[in-house]
């Protein structure tokens, strides 16, 4: 995987990165990548696949159902191994099982992920249209991943591990999501991670207290 400079996206990445908005920080990061092995990409693709297949093995061995139907084809094992190589560009200091991943990545729709932004970022929106002004934040994020990516022909994964599989949470993350745009036309990448910080930790609140208040936020303006 080769990074690559996106002017698209530094923009965001700029109001993004470390925004303080008075009890809590919101961070958020997009990155493009090409799907070009670089590196020890190629090794470590090589170990992911071997992985992918022993799994598939010792399911038809062990377990009278059939595997999961999207690991058996070769395309879905191959474009399991690049979400999983972005992760590990992503977060170079922890190891990703392609297997452990594959169950926590979720195939997504703009609109399911919209209805996500909307939740978590509304302060983030609220504070883009008072600072920056014109076309709202969730538009301007729609424009450049157009640009880099051509979301009419991406396909959308969600990678939402528990808390044991989350290097965010790990970190003293409220929150978080890490989206991937895949373009199989282009081989591009671009991922959009963004989490909350809470700011009043260092004031002795104790971190299930405020996810639990942060949640009770959420539910109270969320339409269910």
Same mark, same amino acid.
């Given at each position: 995987? +080769?990074? *690559?400079? $996106?002017?698209?996206?530094?923009? *965001?990445?700029?109001?993004?990165?470390?925004?303080?908005?008075? #009890?809590? !920080?919101?961070?958020?990061?997009?990155?493009?990548?090409?799907?070009?092995?670089?590196?020890?990409?190629? +090794?470590?693709?090589?170990?992911?696949?071997? #992985?992918?297949?022993?799994?598939?093995?010792?399911?038809?061995?062990?377990?009278?159902?059939?595997?999961?139907?999207? &690991?058996? !084809?070769?395309?879905?094992?191959?474009?399991?191994?690049?979400?999983?190589?972005? *992760?590990?560009?992503?977060?170079?200091?922890?190891? =990703?099982?392609?297997?452990?991943?594959?169950? =926590?990545?979720?195939?997504?729709? /703009?609109?399911?992920? +919209?209805?996500?932004?909307?939740?978590?970022? $509304?302060?983030?929106?609220?504070? /883009?249209?008072?600072?920056?002004?014109?076309?709202? &934040? &969730?538009?301007? &994020?729609? +424009?450049?991943?157009? #640009?880099?990516?051509?979301?009419?022909? $991406?396909?959308?994964?969600?990678?939402?591990?528990?808390?044991?599989?989350?290097?965010?949470?790990?970190?003293?993350?409220? /929150?978080?999501?890490?989206?991937?745009?895949?373009?199989?036309?282009?081989?591009?990448?671009?991922?959009?991670?963004?989490?909350? =910080?809470?700011?009043?930790?260092?004031?002795?609140? *104790?971190?299930?207290?405020?996810?639990? %208040?942060?949640? %009770?936020?959420?539910?109270?303006?969320?339409?269910?």
């Amino acid at each position: 995987m +080769k990074f *690559l400079e $996106c002017a698209a996206l530094d923009r *965001l990445n700029d109001f993004l990165d470390n925004l303080n908005l008075g #009890e809590r !920080t919101i961070k958020g990061c997009l990155e493009a990548y090409s799907c070009k092995h670089a590196g020890t990409d190629k +090794k470590l693709s090589i170990s992911l696949e071997t #992985e992918i297949l022993d799994y598939l093995g010792k399911s038809s061995d062990t377990d009278s159902s059939s595997p999961d139907q999207t &690991l058996l !084809t070769r395309t879905s094992r191959k474009t399991l191994v690049y979400l999983v190589l972005t *992760l590990y560009h992503i977060y170079p200091d922890y190891d =990703f099982s392609a297997v452990k991943a594959h169950q =926590f990545f979720s195939e997504e729709s /703009w609109d399911s992920f +919209k209805q996500i932004f909307d939740t978590y970022m $509304c302060e983030a929106s609220k504070e /883009w249209a008072e600072t920056v002004g014109g076309t709202s &934040l &969730l538009d301007t &994020l729609f +424009k450049a991943l157009d #640009e880099v990516v051509k979301l009419a022909d $991406c396909e959308i994964y969600g990678y939402v591990p528990d808390s044991e599989a989350d290097p965010l949470l790990e970190s003293g993350a409220i /929150w978080s999501f890490n989206f991937l745009f895949y373009n199989r036309k282009l081989k591009r990448i671009v991922t959009f991670r963004f989490s909350c =910080f809470s700011n009043l930790i260092a004031d002795g609140l *104790l971190v299930d207290d405020i996810h639990n %208040e942060y949640d %009770e936020e959420i539910f109270t303006d969320m339409d269910i």
